[in-house]
């Protein structure tokens, strides 16, 4: 039991919609990072949060944003949905900001885009 | 050439064979290493952690690091049916707001 639970579990939307996937991390976790794995890949780094704002950032367009709440749980945002964001997004949380701690994820959003 | 190279596999090992899993990396700036095991439609479940070089054991998983030849193995001994999953390493530089870097992960079948 990982303690990170993501929904939806699975969704398909149509290409230029936008979507809202969450991610309720374990109580005490302020940092929350958002990774999304393509089929046969291995998961990519979008964002990190601490403590409600936006602590790192990978090679992924402005489209993609998130939110931070005080109740630990988070968002991700993707605006202007494109064919190749279809894949899982996986959420995972660890208790502080230090670096290299290791992460616990969810068991992702499958996300499609026809 | 890709950060961290990992041979996607598939392997396939009759139940009982010791297993080697291994990935290379180009950043000698990592200094966590990690070993995430994934089942099919679940998220990556971290097996094993290691910090800098050196052996880490934990029942029959063994996670070895050797940083001046950039090179991680994981070693599966007594591999059961449970074991078939896709393993991916990961690691890190450790510092605030970065990323952890993934292989592309192998997949690994152990029949009975």
């Known amino acids: 039991e990982t303690g990170v639970t993501q929904s939806p579990t699975h969704l398909i939307k149509t290409r230029g919609q936008q979507v809202t996937l969450r991610c309720s991390s374990q109580?005490?976790?302020?940092?929350v990072s958002w990774y999304q794995q393509a089929l046969g890949q291995g998961p990519q780094f979008i964002f990190q949060y601490y403590r409600e704002e936006e602590n790192g950032r990978g090679n992924f367009p402005p489209r993609f944003s998130g939110l931070q709440f005080p109740n630990y749980s988070s968002e991700l945002n993707v605006n202007a949905l494109e064919l190749d964001d279809s894949a899982l997004y996986l959420c995972?949380?660890?208790?502080?900001?230090?670096?290299?701690?290791?992460?616990?994820f969810g068991n992702g959003t499958r996300l499609t885009v026809t | 050439q890709k950060e961290v190279e990992q041979d996607p596999g598939p392997l396939s090992v009759p139940e009982g064979a010791i297993v080697s899993l291994n990935c290379t990396y180009s950043n000698s700036a990592f200094q966590y290493f990690m070993w995430y095991r994934q089942y099919s439609r679940k998220g990556p479940e971290l097996l094993m952690y290691t910090y800098s070089s050196g052996n880490k054991e934990d029942g029959r998983f063994t996670a070895q690091v050797d940083k001046s030849s950039k090179y991680i193995s994981l070693f599966i001994r007594d591999s059961q049916p449970s074991d078939s999953a896709t393993y991916l390493c990961a690691m890190s530089v450790g510092q605030a707001g970065t990323a952890l870097i993934f292989g592309k992960g192998t997949t690994l079948s152990v029949s009975s």
């Open positions: 109580s005490g976790h302020n940092t």
């Open positions: 995972a949380s660890t208790p502080g900001r230090q670096g290299g701690s290791p992460l616990h």
